[in-house]
Structure formats: structure tokens, C-alpha cells
């Protein structure tokens, strides 16, 4: 059973078949929200924390949806909502330096049991770190996703000038520090 986003907004609002809507939603979008999720915060654990809490917030805001855009653009912008407010948390939480809390973020990398910072990938993943959080995003949201600037702008309530240039930005830091590492 494949459903387009309009059929299951249908059976959501349809009393009797709101769970099962809500799980096929779930199923269609969390492999994506996972991803876009973890890109910001890197942990596994700390993913499936905010993927949880995008999910309930999901659940009690689908109903008064009114689909002034895609599910998917809304559903984006609610993860989006989690990750910059949880790691607005973490910096606050932390009587870090920023230098501190973007070498914490390495760090994290760097445990990673797989990391060989011999590799482009893995040098590209440091890079991506050390970028300010919005930064990350857009180029996260860009590179990885393929996102159009359009489509982000909707889900980041931006200008497609602003996403474009903080992409721009985001690509030359990523660039220095490839090349100078």
C-alpha cells in the first residue's frame, strides 16, 4: 500500500484511521528526517532522541496541518526546529569556548570506530563540524540531500540569495580546511 501524502492526510484526519495513517507517514519519512537529523548532531542516540521528539510533535500538529506546503517541506522544518534548538541547548548547557564545543563535535567523529582521518570523507565530516550552525545546515541540506534553494527556502523560512550565499560560504571554509589539512 502506497499512498501519496494528500491520501494519507485524508485517512489521518479520519478518526478511524488515524494510527495507521500516522504509521505509514512514519514509515515514508523517518529513514529521510533520520539522516537530515543526524548530519546536524552526529550522535546515533541523540538522532533518535530529537527523531522521537519531531515525531510527537508530528502527531499533535498534523491535524491542524493546513497544508500551506508539502508535508515534506513541513515535516523538514520541524526537524530542522529540533536540531537548531537542541544544539542551541548543548551550547548553553556547556561552559564551553566555541572552539571547545567544535573540537567536542570532532571529537565525536573521531571516536567513531570507523574514522580514518586519512580520508577524504572523513576530513569532509570534520569540516562540516567546524562550520557555524546554519552553515552546516544549508550545505548539509544541499550536498548530501540535493535540496533545490527553493524547497529550502521554504522549510528555513529564507531567502534563496541568503541560502545560496551561506552555501557559497560554507563550501569555501570546507574548502581551506580540506586543503589546509
Known amino acids: 500500500m502506497h499512498l501519496d501524502d494528500r491520501e ?29 537529523i543526524r548530519k546536524m548532531v552526529i550522535s546515533h542516540e541523540d538522532t533518535n532522541d530529537m527523531l522521537q521528539n519531531v515525531f510527537i510533535k508530528v502527531w499533535k500538529g498534523l491535524e ?10 513541513w ?19 556547556a561552559t564551553l569556548s566555541l572552539g571547545d564545543e567544535e573540537n567536542g ?3 565525536t567523529i573521531k571516536a567513531d570506530k570507523n574514522f580514518d582521518g586519512n580520508q ?15 552553515q552546516r545546515l544549508v550545505f548539509n541540506l544541499r550536498y548530501y540531500d540535493e535540496m ?29 580546511y580540506i586543503l589546509n589539512s
Request: proline share 2%.
Open 148 to 176: 533545490p534553494y527553493e524547497k529550502m527556502s521554504k522549510i528555513l523560512e529564507t531567502s534563496e540569495g541568503a541560502l545560496k550565499a551561506s552555501y557559497h560560504h560554507a563550501a569555501k571554509k570546507i574548502e581551506q
Open 75 to 93: 515535516l523538514y522544518r520541524i526537524a530542522t526546529n529540533e536540531c537548531l534548538t537542541f544544539l542551541e541547548q548543548q551550547k548553553r548547557k
Open 120 to 134: 577524504l570523507e572523513w576530513k569532509l565530516q570534520l569540516a562540516i563540524q567546524k562550520l557555524p550552525e546554519r
Open 8 to 36: 494519507l492526510l485524508d485517512l489521518f484526519r479520519d478518526g478511524s484511521t488515524k494510527e495507521l495513517a500516522f504509521t505509514a507517514i512514519i514509515k515514508k519519512y523517518q529513514e529521510k528526517l533520520y539522516w537530515h
Open 105 to 107: 563535535l570532532s571529537n
Open 64 to 73: 491542524n496541518f493546513r497544508e500551506d506546503s508539502q508535508l515534506y517541506t
